[in-house]
């Protein structure tokens, strides 16, 4: 392949800008500019930045449109992957994750260790199993690929229903996460944040497809990597005089571990795990029988709100009594969805590490049975997700396809590893500044992180002591890691910073997220089956409106904000594992697979972990009266799903395969 300088000067133009950006809105701060200014500016920036590569590549190319000409190298198409695959959990994500539930978990859940092995682990699994196999296929999604090799267009159909379904929610936490940072650097409501930056998706993958994402992707792995870095190097600083992330996480695990002793040791502390438990337990009584619950809490309410006007309380005292679901819900169902997702947040609040490992955790226990089957199911996900695998597509060759997954993962270490160490040092300044100080003298970033239209932190005094214990602390883990310049009293330049950096991460996800969903409504169920015969534009033509179309029922599905950004991103890699996996594995290295096995290994897989997932929902719960230990199966939480629709669908392939051969 001929040298192309022009892409090289597209990745040094970003970082340049990206540099240049940083530095003047550094002297606007200087001057005296107001945050909000500054962040704004950053947010308008980036999405004008990206359309603007979007508007440059535009095609209606077919090739281009769908696979941007199968030329790109390997260093290239590797930028592409890392950034198409550092989604909002990822970025925004994974440092919360660490802070709250520790690298272990508590013994009964996975911690942030497994998602770290497991999402880069799978990369190995891709670059192994896969990219060469699928870039030598002339398919340009994963359903047609399938399709072409079962000869089948059964096959075609249920992968691209299967396509559609992983990528549907994955692109939903995406659009949730771009509401997130949108409406932190604009001020604008969240719904208002999720539209405005879907205008900067549209704009880049409406206009060129494939081709116009994958450098608009190479820009933002820039972004991506160096706002992490940036913001990774200046708290490393900050809190140890040197640069060296890693080395400065090391040097405060040490002291985070004694002071994780003294905390489970204090008195109050147990006094305060007493209280949360009490109310958990007043919770299930509510639960039990919420309409008498309701009546009886909102007579509770209205004197304490009596009380509170006839002793000249504060406004914000009123509403915070007025805040309380009893009495502001109206629906007996809307208030006992209420009291679940208190209980809920409440029983992880117990369970909790105070440091990075819960006491008195020894030999194997539930909690590294759920790590081991999380890392599996993250792993074979990775390897299965139909908008990573088009990425073997768009390589110049197989062994560039491969290379390109080897690129990739060098960035996404790189991501991990800062997000990894950050959550360390902001786990330092938790429990030095905030755990222990009075509740009336918090340090002035807890307060700012309290007081923002979308709190990152709340503080609540469960034993009533007048003091920050550390179970009275809570952080929202989708987006803690864009309180850490704030917790670190850094220039509001890199709140706008790593802001840019998660923009960018939800951005790049969600563009290929779309293009995987509108292909497959447009090549697979469509052209290839009811108009194969139909002409080149119409085909890129139909793809880009059905894009716009799944681009706003998305936007409307996430500004319901149904759940937490993680829990949906781990769901859609256990339906993605369950429904490809079994079926590509058995497909390219199974010469006896047929249509058939193809056919039942993918309705069994998808059906079981589609099953499994559904029926621990606290929504399903809730209406059927279940507790959670009804419905899991030896413990696993039901992000394990694919633990159970991975082998399901092998064996079901291989037996139907069988069976149907000797039929014939």
Known sequence: MSFRPWRWRL??????????????????????????????????????????????????????????????????????????????????GLTGLLLSDGFVGDGR?????????????????????????????????????????????????????????CSSVYLIAQIY???????????????????????GILLCSFLGGMRAVTWTQVVQCVVIVASMVALGVAVSWKTQGHPVLPLAAAQSLHSIERRAKEIEADPA??????????????????????????????????????????????????????????????GVDQLTQAWWTEREHLTQTLNRPVGFQAPGLTGWNQGWVNTVALVFCLMVGTAALPHVLVRSYTASSPVQAQRSVAWALIFIVVVYACASALAVLIKSFVLTELVGVNIDQLPDWADRLKLRKLALLT?????????????????????????????????????????????????????GLLLTISNALAQDLY???????????????????????????????????PVNILFWITCAFSLAASTFFPVLLLGIYWSAMNRVGAIVAMISGLGLSFYYIVSNHPWVHMKLQLRPDDTVWWGLDPTCAAVFGVPMGLLMGWLFSKIS????
């Open 269 to 330: 502390e147990q006094l305060t795990r007493q209280a949360i438990a009490i109310r958990i337990q007043d919770l299930d009584l509510k639960i039990a029988d919420p309409i008498a619950a309701r009546a009886l809490e909102r007579q509770l309410i209205a004197r304490k709100i009596s009380q509170a006007k006839a002793e000249g309380a504060t406004l914000r005292e009123i509403q915070a009594l007025e805040s309380n679901p009893a009495w502001r819900e109206t």
């Open 11 to 92: 990745v040094l133009a970003g970082l340049m800008g990206l540099t240049t950006l940083s530095l003047a809105l550094w002297l606007a701060d200087l001057l005296g500019v107001s945050k909000s200014l500054i962040n704004g500016f950053f947010l308008v920036a980036s999405i004008i930045g990206y359309a603007l590569i979007g508007l440059f590549c535009r095609t209606s190319n077919p090739d281009e449109y769908y696979v941007a000409g199968r030329r790109v190298s390997a260093p290239f198409n590797g930028m592409a992957t890392a950034a198409d695959w550092m989604s909002a959990a990822s970025f925004i």
């Open 177 to 199: 996460g771009i509401g997130l940072v949108a409406s932190m650097l604009s001020g604008l409501t969240f719904e208002l944040g999720v539209f405005l930056a879907l205008g």
């Open 459 to 511: 503080v609540e005094d469960f034993n009533q002591d007048g003091t920050v214990q550390f179970s009275d602390v809570r952080f929202f883990n989708d987006y803690v890691v864009l309180a850490v310049p704030e917790i670190a009293r850094l220039s509001p330049v890199f709140t706008g910073l790593i802001a840019a950096g998660a923009l960018a991460a939800a951005l790049s996800t969600a563009d």
């Open 661 to 664: 051969s000797n039929k014939n």
């Open 109 to 165: 859940h996975a911690g942030g260790l497994a998602y770290v092995l497991g999402w880069t682990g799978g990369f190995c699994l891709l670059g192994f199993l896969f990219a060469a196999k699928l870039n030598r296929s002339s398919a340009i999604t994963i359903p047609d690929f399938l399709g072409r090799r079962f000869d089948s267009t059964a096959v075609r159909w249920l992968a691209a229903w299967g396509a559609i379904l």
């Open 527 to 561: 052209f290839q089956t009811a108009a194969p015969q139909a002409p080149p534009l119409r085909r890129v033509m139909l793809s880009k409106i059905l894009l716009m179309v799944v681009a706003l029922l998305a936007a409307w599905f996430a500004t319901h904000r």
